[in-house]
């Protein structure tokens, strides 16, 4: 992973000086609030219902074990006890006090972290597939280039005041683990003829109030022209987007009120001009970033471990782990492993401090020092061997971490909504914690296979409702909270926004209704390999608004 | 919305502190507090309308952020918000991982 | 209102912005596009220095062509947050190679000035007193450490590693 050299280290430090500074003068009543709201925001402070929120970026969600033991010593010393992994791979403290801001960046840096850019109309972080440099499926690891852009993209002096915020995701891979179709930038490695690495660049995605797929701007953009082109993008953005309206501000608005053709258009004009004066990414440049993220050193082992495959006969709750959490890693003899944070009856995405500290070592012993945060608010353990994994298992089961609902109906995506934040206009938390305890049964929870449930507290869409295979989206209803269901969602390379079933429900009714959609599917699938996706993309909403309205006989 | 009080309900106003970020509550002294049942209190809308000013004018001297007028009923000597997102803001939030764990899982 | 250049308050500043509809006085003016537009060979016809005035939104159709002889270019900022004319600025640098004073004016602000100037304004127009008292008593500080270059003439070192990398030498900004 990248590691700071001496500038990379000053460069925190510089801006920590000047937040701290910032800080002092708000305390001190020099800088109003108006004034300073967009400069906390930049350092990743909001103000929630409770207290001041802190997002921490983890950027692309890559991490070692001395950064996360860092995170859970913050929510030791300056939190209560906890962290919450957020749908862009960061991390939220929620108790945070403004005074304390400083030294805890002081913290952070210390283990070469920052809140730089997780928050305000600037350019966040920049989110890859959790499963990069390991997966069997990648074309080349994106990670590379999601830290070019990252240092790019950093404190950028003509891109720090946008009409609103920007979001860039970047997959390595045909199969889209990082939902890049709705993202503002959303970018594909890919080969031309002749072998060479560039991308194939998607612009204007994007959920929230008006959720749009991305179009491809560019089906081939060479690896060298990806910062040229991006400024192009941006200056378009910058000087062209909605500033009127907040709700029409994102890039997608453009993209929709000028057109495709009119976009490119302007964007290729000003490409001419950012080619000659952005910096230059020469094969040279990219392979300096990329030595960072070398693979470690993989032991050669056979495919098959005598071990695992002995404890998985012997261990009915390993295999059931195995079945669910465990993914073809590129390697021989190693897999990829999901640490499920979506215990039945849990709060998605949360983790304690001790959990922390248990994964940390884990990590540390079993993965060569390295996890991933999901976009779906799990960790990944990219690199175990085969062979450790029974070991792994049993020491993620003492830290209540080895729930294996990967992908399942439990493992539920959801934002904080209104228990925490000043946006929602409902909770999410209690709703996916009862539909987690309405299917706790393993068995059931495997019959029904693959089914992603997303829940957000308001269309602000944080919790990536419109990507669900079951989106939930909570609102107020006459001073009620009040869930409106969408169906056949997908975040995926076969990217789809969900469709409105019907009438909503209270929160009394919800959980019900999830369980009628569900049981729907079960009885009326082809088969049990046939996902509930798959299903509903044959048959539609029709058998599910029968049996979620029809009366009774 | 029906989030913002209506004209005659009983409000306090209610913002966060500048420094801890905390949810608090103006006191007829002046003062903040987490207390709510020790919040002043308005009946008419011209005494919302000076609760919130006030309020205002300690959030241009530094002391808060976002003041803002919360409907709230007044059982004995318990003051109680009217609304779902207030009662999160005074009682903290409802479910998640900072409430203690009743039962094993 | 105090104009800052070179690290100094400017004292004297020639510019005076012409009132709508009123004749131009004499001496170093400046004038908005629809003026500019109109009457463009008058306006550059005069004896004393003609400055240009644009408003965010307003783009450099009709103006490109005469860009080299515009001694100041104003680029004014109706709200800290609205960052348009950073976008114009570094078009008129690096783009069209504009050479004369680009200056910042309207919502100018301490937290902002570094980028101002890095991407290409060299003069700052500042009405905030309390950016004014900062910057007379050398209390901006600049930060030195950079990821992109700027579109400032100047003196940014390329350090070690990665070539988008750039150092300012240790100084206050102005």
Redesign the interface.
């Known amino acids: 992973m990248y590691r700071y ?1 001496e ?1 990379d280290a ?2 925190v430090r ?2 920590i ?2 937040f701290r ?2 800080v002092a003068r708000r305390l001190a009543g ?2 109003s609030e108006d ?1 300073f709201k ?2 906390r925001l930049m350092n990743g402070v909001y103000l929630q219902l409770h207290a001041y929120m802190l997002r921490v970026a983890i950027p692309y969600g890559t991490l070692s074990s001395r950064q996360l033991r860092a995170l859970a010593r913050i929510a030791r010393d300056f939190d209560r006890g906890y962290g919450h992994f957020t749908t862009r791979q960061n991390l939220q403290f929620n108790w945070i006090r403004l005074e304390d801001m400083p030294d805890i960046l002081e913290t952070l840096a210390e283990v070469e972290m920052h809140a730089i850019q997780t928050s305000g ?1 600037c350019i966040r972080n920049v989110t890859a597939d959790h499963f990069a440099g390991a997966a069997a499926d990648e074309i080349a690891d994106p990670r590379p280039y999601a830290e ?1 852009l990252r ?2 993209s ?9 009409p609103r915020k920007f979001k860039v995701a970047v997959t390595g891979s045909p199969r889209d683990r990082a939902a890049i179709q709705v993202h503002d930038i959303g970018l594909e490695l890919k080969r031309d003829a002749d072998g060479a690495l560039g991308f194939a660049v998607w612009v204007g995605g994007g959920q929230g109030r008006t959720p749009m797929l991305a179009r491809r701007l560019r089906d081939f953009l060479p690896e060298s022209d990806l ?1 040229a082109y991006c400024e192009a993008i941006l ?1 378009v953005y ?2 062209e987007g909605r ?1 009127d309206n907040k709700y029409k501000a994102r890039i997608k608005i453009l993209v929709h009120e000028k057109g495709e053709a009119e976009l490119k258009a302007a964007v290729e004009a000003a490409f001419r ?1 950012t080619r ?2 952005a ?2 990414l020469p094969r040279e ?1 990219i392979a ?2 990329a030595a960072y993220f070398a693979p470690p050193e993989f032991t050669a082992r056979p495919a098959e471990s005598a071990a695992c495959e002995a404890a998985r006969r012997t261990d009915a709750a390993f295999a059931r782990f195995v079945a669910r959490n465990v993914h073809a890693h590129r390697v021989p003899g190693y897999a990829i492993v999901t640490v499920s944070l979506k215990p039945i009856g849990g709060a998605p995405g949360d983790a304690r401090a001790d959990q922390m500290e248990a994964l940390a070592g884990i990590a540390e012993r079993f993965s060569f020092d390295e996890l991933r945060v999901s976009h779906e608010q799990n960790l990944i353990l990219p690199h175990v061997a085969l062979d450790d994994l029974p070991a792994v298992f049993a020491l993620l089961q003492r830290a209540g971490l080895a729930t294996p609902n990967a992908g399942l109906v439990t493992d539920i995506i959801a934002c904080p909504g209104l228990d925490y934040c000043s946006l929602a206009n409902a909770r999410s938390i209690p709703v996916a914690q009862r539909i987690s305890e309405r299917f706790a049964d393993l068995d059931r929870q495997h019959a029904i296979g693959e089914l992603k449930i997303k829940i957000s507290g308001c269309i602000n869409a944080c919790g990536h409702h419109h990507v669900g295979h079951i989106g939930i989206l909570g609102v107020d209803r006459k001073g009620e909270e009040f869930y409106q269901i969408t169906l056949g969602g997908s975040a995926d390379e076969t990217c789809s926004i969900g469709t409105i079933v019907g009438r909503g429900f209270s929160s009394d009714e919800v959980v019900d209704a999830v369980e009628a959609i569900v049981e729907t599917y079960v009885a009326r699938r082809h088969a049990p390999d046939e996902t509930f996706l798959a299903f509903h993309r044959r048959v539609g909403d029709a058998p599910f608004r029968d049996a979620l309205y029809r009366k009774a006989a | 919305m029906s989030r913002d009080p209506q004209d005659g309900e009983r409000v306090v106003v209610s913002a966060n502190a500048l420094r801890s970020g905390a949810v608090v509550y103006r006191r007829t002294d002046g003062d903040w507090t987490s207390d709510l049942d020790t919040a002043a209190a308005a009946e008419t809308p011209a005494a919302a309308d000076a609760l919130l000013r006030a309020a205002g004018e300690d959030a241009g001297r530094g002391l808060v952020v976002d003041p803002i007028l919360v409907a709230v009923d007044r059982i004995g000597d318990e003051t109680r918000p009217r609304r779902l997102r207030d009662r999160i803001r005074a009682e903290g939030p409802s479910a998640g991982s900072s409430r203690p764990v009743t039962a094993p899982r | 209102m105090t104009v800052f250049r070179d690290g100094r308050a400017v004292i004297d500043d020639p510019w005076i912005h012409a009132a709508p509809d009123a004749p131009l006085p004499a001496g170093a003016v400046v004038v908005d596009k629809p003026r500019f537009l109109e009457a463009q060979e008058e306006l550059l016809a005069r004896p004393s220095p003609l400055g240009l005035e644009l408003r965010p939104g307003e ?1 450099l159709d009709g103006i490109e062509p005469a860009l080299g002889r515009l001694a100041l270019i104003v680029l004014r900022f109706p709200r ?5 004319p ?3 600025a ?2 008129l640098r ?2 069209h190679g504009f050479a004369g004073e680009l200056r910042a004016a309207g919502d100018v ?1 301490r ?2 000035l ?3 100037l ?2 290409g304004f060299d003069s700052l127009d500042v009405q905030d007193p ?1 950016t004014i008292a900062a910057l007379r008593d050398g209390r901006v ?1 600049a ?9 400032r003439r100047g003196t940014e070192a390329v ?7 750039r ?1 300012a030498p240790p100084a206050s900004i102005g």
Do not use: C, K
């Open positions: 050299d500038f000053a460069f510089e801006r000086a000047e500074d910032q020099e800088l004034q967009p400069l109309n070019i240092q790019w950093s404190l950028h002096p003509e891109f720090s005041f946008l910062l200056r910058n000087l500033r001009h000659a004066t910096p230059a440049e300096r970033i | 783009d800290f947050a609205d960052g348009r950073y976008s114009i570094r078009t690096d783009v602000l937290d902002q570094g980028f101002m890095r991407a309390a500080v930060v030195r450490r950079h990821y992109q270059p700027a579109s350090p070690a590693g990665p070539s988008w990398r150092l």
